[in-house]
């Protein structure tokens, strides 16, 4: 018989910081790392690798310079991506509280021309998500002048971003989603939302329409510390 190995330290420190959480004794944010060794009498390096795995569950989030924070997102809703809207709210493990958006009308360039073919016009549109009034990430959309609504230049801030985030997806057959690592700088984009020491992903959305073309790229830039990417498969007596 093989004998279980000892459970190493860092995994019982986890499982006593999670009991404190999970029992309140923490409010909104767990002590620093020095009071951490003391409460629990063993060293950094410890502590350490337990505050990744409680980042790795989801169960602590951190903020450069003011330390970890409980994950208190816990939606009991059950979809991820494969739901057509949104694939920033629905990949991210905080919540957005608000967003700022953008939006201009633009000749046709030799990038909207790579992605859409010859068109002559296209809408581009850029929304920055926040969470506790500070943006944790972005999305960059362009869609061609057909699939734009009339008149939608009047639209306000919440009727931009409900076409952007739902109504877009009603014109869509196909959607094909590819991610990785984004190799833009932060001083690339407007609004700063990470250093150039944080890793942040890419998540590239493309629709097309029965004709197989694509009509709208949703482009969505998320620091890895926010990340949660969650897709609901099926087996065939499900999917029946």
């Given at each position: 018989m093989v004998r279980m190995p000892i459970v190493p330290k860092y995994v019982q420190i986890y499982n006593k910081i999670l009991n404190k959480i999970e029992n309140a004794e923490y409010s909104h944010k767990i002590p620093s790392e020095n009071q951490l060794t003391q409460d629990f009498n063993c060293s950094r390096v410890t502590i350490r690798s337990a505050l990744a795995?409680?980042?790795?569950?989801?169960?602590?989030?951190?903020?450069k310079g003011e330390?970890?924070?409980?994950?208190?997102?816990?939606?009991s809703s059950s979809t991820g991506i494969e739901v057509n809207s949104s694939l920033f709210t629905s990949s991210c493990n905080v919540t957005v509280d608000s967003n700022d958006i953008a939006m201009k009308c633009n000749d046709g360039t030799a990038y909207s021309k790579?992605?859409?073919g010859n068109t002559k016009r296209y809408g581009s549109f850029n929304v920055w998500f926040k969470h506790n009034d500070?943006?944790?990430g972005n999305e960059f959309s362009i869609i061609t002048d057909a699939a734009?609504?009339?008149?939608?230049?009047?639209?306000?801030?919440?009727?931009?971003?409900?076409f952007i985030s739902h109504k877009i997806y009603q014109n869509a057959?196909?959607?094909?989603?590819?991610?990785?690592?984004?190799?833009?700088?932060?001083?690339?984009?407007?609004?700063?939302?990470?250093s150039n020491d944080d890793v942040v992903m890419l998540i590239?959305?493309?629709?097309?329409n029965k004709e197989g073309q694509t009509f709208a790229q949703n482009k969505y830039y998320i620091p890895l510390k926010y990340l949660l990417v969650k897709l609901n498969k099926y087996g065939n007596s499900l999917s029946q």
């Open positions: 795995l409680l980042k790795e569950d989801k169960v602590i989030y951190s903020v330390g970890n924070f409980i994950n208190r997102n816990k939606s790579k992605v859409f500070q943006v944790i734009l609504p009339d008149g939608f230049e009047k639209y306000d801030k919440v009727a931009l971003k409900h057959a196909h959607i094909q989603v590819n991610m990785q690592q984004s190799l833009r700088k932060a001083n690339t984009f407007h609004h700063k939302f990470f590239e959305e493309n629709l097309n």
